[in-house]
């Protein structure tokens, strides 16, 4: 077989991804991070005949490494600014001390142009995340800079291949080049979105997979902006985790809801003849787009999704119902259309959006106030109104929360730190508030983000 054992794969994401391999190789070394991201200018060709100039990456000879480590181990990512502006570097999904959050002035000073910063943290939580910038958000990652984050599980969960596959759009010309990042008038609506789907920083690739195998594979969807349907065809595949919990029973993969920041993994039985495709879709009405295809290669392994034991379970605490508190957002455009506060960390120069009718300022030194105090220990209910006729992937940092009802269709209990609140949706979700710290609370459309749709929530003893 061709580079197709689990093994091959982590040395191969390694080698696209020389931070791993660098960390690994440096550990001895008193003192050396286990990673380390080099945010830097960047080139790279997605259409045939043209290079994509103005690119952001995480590495300054590749595309976003894949980061993996371990639950419950103490990891540090060294972050080396290359780029000609400030940034900062946040962990999404993971509930670890808030100073290593990543958030501009309320966890920390941006990092400006040409320093370094250290991230440590222990993950508590198994599962699929992402890194991305919190500075200059909508720019810097629209111009590539989205990462996957691996948290392995204490016990191998026994697939033959591990494949994380980070999901985006670029919004390129015909000539590869960058047009403009976003519409003053769709940032007032849906978003704007990229005009070119890629998979890993590549335009419907193929990846060869083990014939009759079992093969894990990692959805993150980093867009900026899409909303999307996805689905597996040609294979036996369902849905093991969402957000990097596990299901309590699986579901099929053929059409699987996700917003920006959500991720979806999916356990795929691979067909048995040498040559078969399974293909990774975008459902649209117009018709199916495919992302990324995987062809079967070798003599069938014959393995069966049944050998696969259920994922543990992420020791994230269980709210109090009966006791808990409800706390009311409200999501909606901004009464007042005052640009944003200039800062290091960029303005669309517009403001659109509010939760509970303010609208955030941007980026800026502060003090701001939060939008909800909450007491160490607590269980809340989150009640999230959305008043818009748009949809809302609401994230919250540093806690993750459970879905409890919507007034507009069944949810099952699922744990998240993304929700997509569709228009007019009335969302409640419920968490305790174990997690010291101003935590940033905000829509995944990064438009929306940046023209008011954010604020933060403060949980103190
Ligand atoms: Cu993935 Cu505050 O973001
Ligand atoms: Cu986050
Ligand atoms: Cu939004």
Redesign the pocket.
Known sequence: MVGLSRRELLIGSAATGSAFAVGGLAAHAANAADHELVMSAYEHSFLPGTVTQNMMSFLPDGPPPVLRMKRGEKTAIDVKNHLDEASVV????LRIANAMDGVPYLTQHPIEAGQSYRYEFTPPDAGTFWYHPHCNTLEQMARGLTGVLIVEEDEDPGFDLDLPLNIRDFRLGGDGQFIELFKARNAARGGTYGTVSTVNWEVDPVYEVPAGGLVRLRLAITDVTRVGTFGVEGAEAQVIALDSNPLPHSMPADTILLSP?QRADIAVRVPDDEGQEVTLLLRRPNGDKNLARFRATGPSARRSLTELKPLPVNPVPMPDLANAEVIDFVFGWSPEGDAPQASSCGSLGYTFWSINREAWPGDVPGPLDPLARMKLGKSYILRLRNESPNDHPI?L?GVSFQLLRSNKRKLPPLVT?TALLLEEETLEVALVADNPGDW?FHCHVIEHQKTGLAGFLRIES
């Open positions: 946040h962990w999404h999904g920041g994230h940092h730190d940033a």
